[in-house]
């Protein structure tokens, strides 16, 4: 048997880690690497951002007191300050200072505060901190400014934005900055985020086993690369990006994940037709045990191959995903390699993508005793030809984006329907 992916990983790793002139470099996760692959893939260079935007009524924001505040933070997460690059072949991090930018964004003329804050993140470099932030107005006399708080996906998962932004408050309220971490903590952060990547390797290494490679082959046997779509056509202008959003009433408890996938089924077969398999990407995962809750990027992207010739039976639909999960801890790029193992055509594009979030975990942004509006701001670039959002709460707030040089949108928006309608709900809630 090969060695897995992560096991030829880490002996590189090691190896580097043995050598004087490599000291101070981290591990990365398998997520990690695989986002630093999309990046040296993509014609552009594009990094995957995670963005937060916050309202907030204008003359809120002390901009000194909240880059130091953002500066604690990075003193104290290693994954705030390290730039992720390769060196002789193996990918890695490499901390640098707690300095973390903040930049005033001016609109052009004829941009609004959000037009303006788009056209700065779709400028964003990998050369600089992971962790930025950016605020923005209307124009002088708005009653409003803008806040964007973004992080680049290699330094950050799901886990990790809602102790962001919680501990972003919280170093704004104590007037902290990075000079208010004692060395001896900073070493003991890092110390601790080193053990927590490399018992998430070690976790990942041993999830290739040879029978969860056997299932994830069985399972993706009928995927096949999608032909491009009928309706396809590049953009002589505007978003990148189209956007739908809904309010669905939501059952005590929330929606069941299995319900959630099947109204991405609906979308894939409104969208590719019926007769085909659409693989479904979503998150999951967490620390590896005995690990310190550090902050990070430790999630895992689990497929769930949508087959779309017929809608089946909750039940069906819960049991296939329930048995994924007891897989679910397998890297994805092993899983693609299971996948053309065991015959498949399929290349590893995702046909769509799924998050799920609580919103009893998204408290808002507090600077000093004003709390920020959470926002959305649209038109970003996606990695799928569409990705659906789902906020539980006491309703169910769906959103789904989709690019735009790929998806139609009459399509995109009929596909949208769809999934709202297959969502066992009544009527959305306006």
Request: aromatic share 6%; charged share 20%; net charge negative.
């Amino acid at each position: 048997m090969l060695p897995s992916i992560t096991g030829q990983y880490l002996a590189r790793y090691q190896r580097l880690d043995a050598s004087e002139a490599a000291a101070g470099l981290l591990p990365a996760t398998g997520a990690q690497r695989r986002f630093l692959l999309v990046r040296s893939l993509d014609p552009a260079g594009r990094a995957d951002i995670v963005p937060m935007f916050f309202a907030f009524p204008r003359g809120t924001v002390d901009g000194p007191r909240l880059r130091a505040a953002a500066g604690h933070l990075a003193a104290r997460h290693p994954a705030l300050r390290s730039g992720a690059g390769v060196v002789r072949g193996t990918p890695v991090l490499r901390p640098g200072p707690a300095d973390i930018p903040m930049e005033h964004v001016t609109p052009a003329p004829g941009e609004d505060a959000r037009d303006a804050l788009r056209r700065t993140l779709a400028a964003w470099t990998t050369q600089g901190p992971p962790l930025r932030l950016y605020l923005a107005a209307d124009g002088p006399h708005a009653d409003e400014e803008l806040l964007a708080v973004v992080l680049d996906h290699t330094a950050c998962d799901g886990q990790s934005l809602a102790r962001v932004v919680a501990e972003l408050g919280a170093a704004y309220r104590d007037r902290l900055g990075p000079q208010d971490l004692a060395p001896s903590d900073a070493a003991a952060e890092l110390a601790a985020y080193k053990d927590a990547v490399l018992r998430q390797l070690d976790a990942e290494d041993r999830a290739a086993s040879p029978r969860a490679l056997a299932y994830w082959g069985e399972r993706l046997r009928p995927a096949r690369e999608r032909a491009p779509l009928p309706g396809t056509r590049r953009l002589s202008g505007g978003l990148p990006t189209g956007a739908a959003a809904s309010k669905l009433p939501s059952p005590e408890g929330g929606v069941p994940f299995p319900a959630l996938l099947d109204a991405c089924r609906a979308a894939a077969a409104t969208l590719y037709g019926a007769g085909s398999v659409a693989p479904i990407g979503y998150p999951w995962g967490g620390r590896p045990a005995g690990a310190e809750p550090v902050l990070g990027c430790f999630l895992n992207t689990v497929v769930f191959p949508a087959d779309t010739h017929a809608t089946p039976a909750p039940e069906v639909t819960e049991t296939q995903w329930w048995d994924d999960l007891d897989r679910a801890d397998t890297p994805f790029d092993e899983v693609v390699r299971a996948a053309r193992a065991g015959g498949s055509a399929w290349s590893g594009r995702l046909d769509g993508l799924l998050t799920v979030d609580d919103a009893a975990h998204r408290a808002p942004l507090r600077l000093g005793g004003t709390a920020g509006r959470e926002i959305h701001i649209d038109g970003r670039q996606v990695r799928a030809p569409f990705a659906v959002s789902a906020t539980q709460g006491p309703e169910l707030d769906l959103r789904m984006v989709w690019d735009r040089t790929v998806l139609d949108d009459a399509a995109a928006e009929d596909a949208f329907a769809a999934l709202c309608a297959a969502l066992p709900a009544d009527a959305p809630v306006h």
